[in-house]
């Protein structure tokens, strides 16, 4: 079934473009070829480079810990980073952007980022809002009601933190390690820049 199955049925570019919004592989690989980009064509200096590489790092950091709690589709995952947002992957996205658009210095990376940003973050957050509900009922609107999709939420309405963070599932289900040397390698091209 694809994710846009369920919505009003739609025609020509229109139906071109929502199918590009909600497909989650176009998502990740403009994120990966934008990373790329920027640390291609960057020109920083030390400053923004540690500084955008500390964003980057925190947000590939927040990636790794929730990657290793989830289990997709067979247990709602409230506790880690799940505890204080819904969407922690997400979370991490886009500060791993947002550094990477310090680290260059491009002021027009911060409006590409935008762009990516809206174009792809909306219709992902209410489609896996939605898949989730129907999945797991009365206890994502549960959850979901004191949990933020990006912001996170801190003090008595945040849940449980403490759990069992798995290497061995963020690597083999998400990969995690391996774009964490991703993101490394990009980090050492803006390097060769300064």
Known sequence: MARTDSL?????????????RYHEASR??????????VSW???TNTTLLYSGAAVA?????????????????????????YAYVRHP??????????????ASNLWWSYVLMAFLLWFYYPPAISYEDSKLQSIFGE??????????ALIPTFGAKAGSAGSDWSFRQ????????VIAAYLLGCLYLLYTTV
Do not use: C
């Open 139 to 148: 206890q994502w609107v549960q959850w979901s009601k004191d949990i933020h």
């Open 28 to 37: 990740q690989w403009f994120a990966v070829l934008f990373v790329l980009l």
């Open 170 to 177: 963020s690597l083999m289900k998400n990969g995690e390690p």
């Open 57 to 81: 790092a925190v947000g590939e950091l927040i990636r790794m810990w929730a990657s290793g709690h989830v289990k997709k589709n067979k247990v709602l995952a409230t506790d880690g980073p």
């Open 41 to 43: 064509l960057g020109d």
């Open 89 to 102: 992957l997400y979370v991490g996205n886009i500060l791993i952007l947002a550094g990477f658009s310090i």
């Open 8 to 20: 009003p049925e739609t025609t020509g570019i229109n139906k071109t473009i929502r199918k590009l």
